[in-house]
C-alpha cells in the first residue's frame, strides 16, 4: 500500500510539474507493466515497460518463469526499460524484474504474472504470424510421457519436411513455427504422435496454409552451376547470412532451396544490423545486432519468428568483467558457438595500450576474448589472447584497424590500432573438450585448453606455417598452409576443415585463389597431413564458411569475389576430388552461409560423439 500512495504522489507531483525527492528510507517505486493486459493467445507479441521513481542511476535485469520450468534470465543487466517477449507456450507466466543502484548496489525486484492462452483446443490451429512465410502451428495438449512431432509438404507434392519430436506438456497445448515454405504456396499439415519408446500412436488431422509473397527486398540468386547426381540431396536448403550493412545492402538474413527460390527470412532485426552466426541444435539463432558491419554492442538468441529468446549486451559483459578483474571488452563480433552443455562460446574484442610492442612507441593493439556464458548469460569462463599468445608477433600482412573505417571492427582508445589477430570462428573438440579457434590475421588454427570451464585457457596447439606441427602430403605444393582462412571446425577424429581465403598467398605470392583444405592431425607426433587441398575457383579476401556434407562432399561459401564482383558472394559444393556439383550465386557479400536439411536440424559441421 506504501508504493502504491507513493506512486500516486510521484506521478501527481509529476503533473503538476513539481520535481520530487524520496528520502534516503524511502523504498524506491518499481513497476513492471505489460503493454496489453494478461490473456492473449500464444503467439503474440508482448512488451514489458519498467518504470521507477529512483533518482540515482540503475539498470534493470528481467527474468522468467515458464510453466513447469525453473526461473532463467532472459534480459541481462541494461539501461534499457522496455522488453519484448512473444511467448510460444500458453499457460501462466511469472517475470521477474530486478532493478539495481549503480550507486549503492542496492537491488530492488517485483513481480508480475501473465496468463497465456492456447489457440488450439479441440483440434488444430493454423495461424498467421507477421511473417509471411512463416505460420504458428498449434496442437491440443498430448498426454504426459507421449511425444509430438510436425510434418508439413507442398499441397502440390514433394518430399515433406518433419519438425523433430517434442515431448508433451503438462496438460498444455503444443506449437511449433512452421518454416521453410515458398511464397504463394499452400501447404498440408499434421502432427503426429508416439509415445516414450517412439512407437506411433496416431496422426492430426490436415491442415492448410498458403503463405504470403515477401514483402522485403532481398538480393537476387542465380543457380550458375544446377545439382547434379553427385549432388547431396540431404542438405538441401540454404541459409544464407549476408553481410549487412544497410542501406548498402538488402538487411535480413534468409534462406532458399536448391533453386535459389526463398523459403525464410527474418526482418525481426536492428533497422542498421544484424549479423547472424549460426543456428543451434534447439532450432534457435545465435547473432547480434548493432551499428555496423560484424560489429556490436548486443548478443541475442532468437527462434525462426526472430524472438528474442535471451540477451546480453557489453555493457553486462564489462561490469561482469570487472568484478573479474579483467579489462573491457569493446563489441561481440564473427561468432559463438553453442556447446554441449547448453553454455555458449562466444567472441569479442579487447584492446591495450602498449609500449614498443609490434612497433616503436605507444601502440593500440586489437585482440580477442572468449567469452563462455552459462544459460542465464553470466560468465563462467574467460580466455584473453593478450595471456595466451604472442603480442610480439604482429599480424601476417601488418594489418590495421582504423576508427573511421567501417570495415573494421570499432576502437575504443585509439584511432588506429594493429589487428593483431581477428578471429573469426569457434569450434568444440569431444574427445578433450576443448576450443578450436580460426585465428585470421596470424594465419593459424589454433587448440585452447577449455576442459569444460576447467582449462586455463593455455595454447594447446597452432596449426599452420610457423606453428607446431610438421605437414605432410603436400610435395609440389608452392604454398601449402592455410593463410587467413575461415570456419575452422572439426568434422571427424582429428580431422579439421577450413575455408582457406588466400590472402597472404595473394599479397605476397600473386597467388590469388581460395580453397577448401581438410587436414588431419597427430597430436602425439606432432604432424598434420594435408587431406584436401581444394581449389574453388573462386578469391574471397574476406568471409566464408566450410562444411562437411553427408554424402562426403564438401560445401564452401566464398563470401566475397573480391577481383570479379565484390559485391557478391558464393555457395559451392564439391567431390573430394575438387569437381563442383552445385554453386548459387548471391547478389550480396555473404558472411556466411550453410547447407542444412531443414530449418530445425543444424549440420554446419558432422557432429561427433563423445567417443570420438
Not at 533497422?271 to 548486443?298: C, H, W
Request: net charge negative.
Amino acid at each position: 500500500m506504501r508504493r502504491k500512495i507513493l506512486g500516486l504522489i510521484v506521478a501527481l507531483l509529476s503533473c503538476m510539474g513539481v520535481a520530487t525527492m524520496r528520502t534516503a528510507s524511502a523504498l524506491p517505486l518499481l513497476q513492471l507493466t505489460p503493454d496489453i493486459p494478461s490473456g492473449q493467445y500464444v503467439g503474440t507479441d508482448i512488451t514489458w515497460i519498467v518504470a521507477t521513481d529512483e533518482v540515482d542511476p540503475v539498470d534493470f535485469a528481467l527474468s522468467i518463469t515458464a510453466p513447469d520450468q525453473s526461473p532463467r534470465l532472459m534480459y541481462d543487466y541494461t539501461p534499457e526499460t522496455a522488453f519484448a517477449w512473444t511467448p510460444i507456450d500458453d499457460g501462466l507466466y511469472t517475470f521477474q524484474v530486478t532493478m539495481r543502484n549503480l550507486n549503492t548496489g542496492e537491488v530492488t525486484t517485483t513481480t508480475a504474472d501473465f496468463d497465456i492462452s492456447p489457440r488450439a483446443v479441440a483440434s488444430p490451429v493454423v495461424t498467421a504470424t507477421g511473417n509471411t512465410l512463416l505460420a504458428l502451428y498449434s496442437a491440443p495438449a498430448c498426454a504426459p510421457g507421449e511425444q509430438m512431432r510436425v510434418v508439413f509438404r507442398d499441397a502440390a507434392g514433394g518430399y515433406p519436411t518433419v519438425i523433430p519430436l517434442r515431448p508433451c506438456l503438462n496438460g498444455r497445448s503444443m506449437n511449433f513455427y512452421i518454416a521453410g515454405m515458398k511464397p504463394q504456396t499452400t501447404y498440408y499439415i499434421i502432427n503426429q504422435r508416439f509415445d516414450a519408446n517412439g512407437g506411433y500412436l496416431g496422426s492430426s488431422p490436415l491442415r492448410a496454409f498458403t503463405t504470403g509473397t515477401v514483402p522485403l527486398n532481398l538480393p537476387t540468386r542465380q543457380v550458375t552451376n544446377p545439382s547434379d547426381p553427385l549432388t547431396s540431396g540431404t542438405e538441401d536448403l540454404i541459409f544464407h547470412s549476408p553481410v549487412l550493412m544497410a542501406p548498402n545492402w538488402p538487411n535480413a538474413p534468409f534462406a532458399t532451396d536448391m533453386a535459389g527460390r526463398i523459403i525464410w527470412y527474418n526482418d525481426k532485426i536492428s533497422p542498421n544490423y544484424a549479423n547472424v552466426f549460426r543456428m543451434t541444435s534447439e532450432g534457435t539463432i545465435l547473432q547480434d545486432i548493432g551499428d555496423g558491419l560484424l560489429r556490436s554492442k548486443v548478443w541475442q538468441e532468437v527462434d525462426l519468428a526472430g524472438n528474442v529468446v535471451r540477451q546480453t549486451s557489453a555493457y553486462s559483459m564489462n561490469r561482469q568483467l570487472a568484478d573479474l578483474g579483467f579489462p573491457p571488452m569493446g563489441v561481440f563480433h564473427h561468432d559463438s558457438r553453442r556447446l554441449p552443455n547448453g553454455y555458449t562460446a562466444v567472441l569479442a574484442t579487447t584492446e591495450r595500450l602498449m609500449t614498443d610492442v609490434q612497433e616503436p612507441g605507444e601502440v593500440d593493439i586489437l585482440g580477442d576474448y572468449v567469452l563462455v556464458l552459462d544459460e542465464n548469460m553470466q560468465l563462467v569462463w574467460v580466455w584473453d589472447s593478450f595471456a595466451h599468445l604472442d603480442v610480439y608477433r604482429k599480424a601476417i600482412l601488418d594489418e590495421k584497424c582504423h576508427a573511421v573505417d567501417p570495415w573494421c571492427l570499432p576502437l575504443d582508445l585509439a584511432d588506429v590500432a594493429n589487428d593483431w589477430l581477428h578471429i573469426n570462428s569457434i569450434d568444440y573438440t569431444p574427445a578433450d573438450h576443448n576450443l578450436i579457434l580460426s585465428v585470421r590475421h596470424q594465419d593459424w588454427v589454433v587448440k585452447l585448453d577449455y576442459q569444460d570451464g576447467a582449462g586455463s585457457g593455455a595454447v594447446v596447439w597452432r596449426l599452420g606455417d610457423e606453428g607446431d606441427f610438421a605437414l605432410v602430403g603436400a610435395d609440389g605444393e608452392p604454398w601449402p598452409w592455410l593463410s587467413h582462412s575461415h570456419d575452422a571446425s572439426l568434422i571427424a577424429p582429428n580431422t579439421y576443415i577450413v575455408y582457406d581465403n588466400g590472402n597472404t598467398r595473394c599479397d605476397v605470392g600473386g597467388d590469388c585463389t581460395s580453397r577448401g583444405q581438410v587436414y588431419t592431425l597427430n597430436e602425439a607426433t606432432m604432424t598434420a597431413t594435408l587431406v584436401r587441398n581444394l581449389d574453388l575457383g573462386y578469391y574471397a579476401n574476406g568471409f566464408g564458411t566450410a562444411q562437411r556434407l553427408t554424402n562426403g562432399n564438401y560445401a564452401f561459401t566464398s563470401g566475397t569475389l573480391s577481383l570479379v564482383a565484390p559485391t557478391q558472394g558464393v555457395m559451392s559444393e564439391v567431390t573430394p576430388d575438387g569437381v563442383e556439383t552445385y554453386a548459387i550465386l548471391v547478389n550480396t557479400p555473404l558472411y556466411r552461409a550453410y547447407r542444412m536439411p531443414d530449418l530445425y536440424t543444424f549440420s554446419g559441421a558432422i557432429t561427433l560423439s563423445e567417443d570420438d
